[in-house]
């Protein structure tokens, strides 16, 4: 690789950002080319840094790196501040809860468009007044597709036969069934099921639905998410 080669332009979603030695940064992106990423901020915590200002989580950045031991910022200019998810609470842990579940459902070292596409959208969607307790739960429902992780929410995973009406989310299956079929994991009205489906997400079944995706996207994950319960006391007012 050539010295010219060693530097690369990207547009990244930065997810979140720790304090490491006197000085430096590390911070966690998501870009469209090598999907989840962790790079360096040399000393953007010095008062003259003049990088400490453009690389804020839940920003849309446009940052040079140098491809050296690790990846190093050189260069950031912010494309989309996304104030509006960072001025309350609700729009917070909103925002955390989609950065999370966009960082894991990006694979490290290899493209990402789908991912950083829904993301992105899903940002400016609340940026735009859209609420974004409803937005972030439409993206985590749309980002199991987009990951690959695309579940028939019409059909019952254990008999094959269409889902009218109630149903059961499994965990383990990371499926819905009929409550004749398997009943057991978490139970789901009509109105959930159709949330699921893609259909509109309301304040009545807000709790619900968060309950639902949870549990469909542990079947994925190693752990726990970490914002999970923020946004589950978001949802019930505090």
Sequence with gaps: MSEGERYLDREAI????????????????????????????????????????????????????????????????????????????????????????????SPEGSEAEAPFSLAREAFDRGEEGSDVIPTALAFARDLLSGAGWGIDYGVCAVCGRPLRGDAYVHPHLGAVTHPGCRREGYALDGATLESLRGGEVTGANQGRLLEALLMLWQHHLEGPLRTAPGIRRAIRGG
């Design 14 to 105: 930065v997810v979140r950002s720790r304090d490491v030695g006197e000085a430096d940064r590390l911070v966690w992106i998501v870009t469209r080319e090598e999907g989840r990423t962790q790079v360096l901020a040399r000393g953007v915590r010095r008062p003259r840094a003049r990088l400490g200002g453009s690389i804020q989580p839940l920003s849309l950045v446009r940052l040079t790196l140098y491809d050296g031991r690790r990846l190093s910022i050189t260069g950031a200019s912010v494309e989309r501040a996304w104030r509006r998810w960072k001025e309350t609470y609700e729009g917070t842990v909103a925002g955390a809860f989609m950065a999370e579940l966009l960082f894991l459902a």
